[in-house]
């Protein structure tokens, strides 16, 4: 028999970027808003604190940082025909736990989706017809443009604290910045970040083969800042410990540096950590939500927490498994195409070029997670889909962002795994490697979809999640286009050695290597409640309460990094609610 | 560049505190090399391992790192004593993964760990079962071959050539993970003694403060590593 709480105006389900954003700006409208986190609470101090934080075995390999997979997992296969099986300790991605989410422990690239991308099937149908659509591909267009969304992301940009040079400011191209970035109202709110010597040499070969190099936008404080809720940012001190770390000193955009204290400070705010969320709870017509019931892991017990209104902000993983479990929408079948949850999971596709010099020193310890440059001459606004056979594109970066010598020794082809050569080679590279990335779209497939298992279940007896995904030919398609378009740059860079790693054709998923933490899709955007599970305003079109947010939005996945469009989404919806729903509480589709 | 040495300078105490944050006592930033030794590793109390397990662990180490060369061995970073610890600790209980049934353990490599055993029972069940294919293609165990012969076990080992059976099958993997992580892994996990690993590659360990060396193109950087705790090397 489960506890019952006092009701409040909203709950708010998981405590990261989105929660917090939730958390704020409801709050300001007086709202007694409550927010339930599975995880422990985290702050700068003590949690992220030097020296503790500086610790590559604890935080770095043994993920002390992230979800647990005891607690919370999924299992996986690659196509239908395989049974799934769990994914039992992180891998390829890594999802956040506690207060701050991911949003602790991300490297803080920050990236505005291209508009072209807000509206790819438009696009593509505009310039070559549907007729290069692949069978299979689910490709949609976002039901909120660019032009819509740009206050909101102007807005998270100024929230997150966001170091850049802005390259098209009201349609007016300015040198050093992003040519092919859609027109901001707007330059970043601090000058960009130091560009250590791989990224230079970088420019140098892009400026020489008339590419467009221009400074990553990070999530690091180039400088002292105050933003608009009057958090305070110190500047970066480059210490190179940013994925999978907490900044330990309040310079990478978090939740935490951002918005928490502030937030905190607010006497209608409450948040209750190691509370994990187990069921929304739905009124008997189903039409609306009534709560959530969790589990309070202090009491060991099973508590009802009702709300007039319930916003899903946990990781898109854990929100597609919450909306299943709890029967928010129909689950997809991939087979008929009926049903929207789970539809579309999309991910990313990278790949990238290792450069290694001799007598070059590349201090490869001093960076941030969002070091380096980047160019957009491959991105999808500039690739001839109908020529390439492919839809997409990729940004290129190089830029280093650690050292840390248990994960990031990268060494020749050749090198031997372990023994004297291997002791050899680790004397003679580290420090005189640096690497180019491409940082690809993916896109979303009818075979890529998320749903329960039948067999394995979590600490609560729940189903857990299963996820069925692989790459597919068009994805792949696009990065071995940018090997090619890769490798003579490198080659004017004159290395002494050179390493490509491009996936192939037919290339397999595979969970153990860590690739990206940017899983997306699955209670997609959509027009019309036939296509999806939320409307442009992130609002559930089953339940007018329930609101979610997070990349799970997707409708396919963008070639950058996601927390630009989930917070620009976030405060898109957070927007809707305070102006148009809280008056009149209705689908405001 | 150079502090002399026993005289703790209030240069090198700031660069032990790279931050610029105090730490709680000027003794913890003694140089390493001015500690007590540690137990020798024969004499080492372990917490996980038997004495068969550790006289392999000693000897496998010490093949997947060797001493000779530059730079140390895994024997002189004290390598056995984490992977001790670590078996001994949550890692080895595999306490943060998901590791309900149905198992498949002989599923592809690609799909992950699939064994049933946590870390430390893949250890206890392994280094037998090959100290067993030892003993039938070299007559001897693992510990008792001559470097040579542990070369080539522990590369069958690694191609699969000695079959294990699947439940076994991480087993080199985590053993050359594991063993790396002892190498690189901050001081206070039991391993990289006086932070050599890090001397000999020139990673500055917790130093974690580089405000002014993006922009310095080129140049290496010349301090060495501090630890967690503040030692210095």
Redesign the interface.
Known sequence: MARQEKKKDVVIVGLGWTGSIAGIELAREGLEIVALERGRDQNTVPEFK???Q????KYG???ENMQ???QQ?VT?RRNGDE?A?????L?SFLPGNGVGGAGTHWNGLFWRPQAEEMRLRSYVKENWGEGIIPEGMNLGDYPVSYEEMEPYFAHFEKVAGISGQAGNVNGEIREGGNPFEAPRSTEYPMPP?????DS?KFHDACKAAGYHPFQAPAGIASTSYVNPYGMQMG???????CERYGC??YSKSSPQTTILDALKRMPNFEYRTHSEVLKVELAADGKTATGVTYWDEAAQEEVFQPADMVILSSYQLNNVHLMLVSGLAAPYDPATGEGVLGKNYAYQMTGGVSLYYRD??F?P???TGA?GVCIDDFSVNQNDFGKLGFIGGAYWRSGTFN????RSMSLPPGTP????G???G??EW??HAMSIGAHGSHMSYANNHLDLDP???DRHGRPLMRMTFNWQDNDLRMIQYMKTQMEPLAATMQADITKSSFKDIGA?????PYQTTHNTGGHIMSENAREGVVNKYCQSWGQHNVFVMGAGNFVQNTQYNPTGLVGGLAYHTVDAIRTQYLSNPRPLV | MTDLPGYPSRRGFLKATA?G?ALSGVAMSAKAADKTPPVPLDQYERSYFTAEEWAFVMAATA????S????P?ALEARVPVFLDLQLAG??GA???????G?H?PG?E??????TPLTPAEVYRQAIPAFDAWCADTYGKGFAALSPQDQ?AA?SAL?KGEAPLAPELREFFGIL?AN???GY???P??GGNHDMQ??V????????????E?????????PLGP?S?T?ERA
């Open positions: 030097y020296p503790n500086i610790d590559e075995l390999v043994r993920l647990k997979p005891a997992t996986v049974t099986l769990p994914y039992r300790h891998g970040m130091a560009r250590t010597y230079a500047p970066c001190n480059y210490c190179g410990f330990y000193q070059a020193n201090n310890f001093v960076g070091n050292g840390q010598p248990i795994s372990w023994g004297a291997w002791k050899e680790i004397g580290y420090g067999t394995y279940r397999q998923y595979d969970v153990r | 931050a944050f093949r997947l790192i060797p000779e060369g530059n730079g061995g949550r890692y595999a306490s943060d993964w998901y590791m309900e149905p498949d599923a490599p690609a799909r992950g760990w699939q070369d522990l690694q050359l063993t790396k992580e690189f892994a901050d206070i996990y690993s890090w000999y590659i020139g990673f500055p360990g917790a130093r974690a403060a580089f405000r060396w993006p922009e310095r193109h080129n140049v290496k950087y501090v967690i503040g």
